[in-house]
């Protein structure tokens, strides 16, 4: 089963739960994230250290909260 592919940036309801229980048990991988994207893509890295207050890790993608407690798909690797 394929997984679906997001295009906007509004996740479903279901997805926001699930990150947030994960995001519960989860250390923050914030900071992992941002290392992550300096050398490849500096602008985003910067993006997502100044626009979401947390990160998490779910089925090949990084998921990053923002500050009304919305996730936001960042990078995922397929």
């Given at each position: 089963?394929?997984?679906?592919?997001?295009?906007?940036?509004?996740?479903?309801?279901?997805?926001?739960?699930?990150l947030?229980?994960?995001?519960?048990?989860?250390?923050?991988?914030?900071?992992?994230?941002?290392?992550?994207?300096?050398?490849?893509?500096?602008?985003?890295?910067?993006?997502?250290?100044?626009?979401?207050?947390?990160?998490?890790?779910?089925?090949?993608?990084?998921?990053?909260?923002?500050?009304?407690?919305?996730?936001h798909?960042?990078?995922?690797?397929?």
């Amino acid at each position: 089963m394929q997984r679906p592919v997001y295009t906007d940036d509004v996740l479903p309801e279901s997805l926001q739960r699930t990150l947030d229980g994960i995001a519960a048990r989860a250390a923050d991988r914030k900071a992992e994230l941002i290392t992550a994207l300096s050398d490849e893509q500096p602008a985003k890295s910067k993006k997502v250290d100044q626009d979401y207050i947390a990160c998490t890790w779910w089925e090949g993608c990084y998921y990053c909260q923002d500050d009304q407690k919305q996730w936001h798909r960042v990078k995922c690797f397929l």
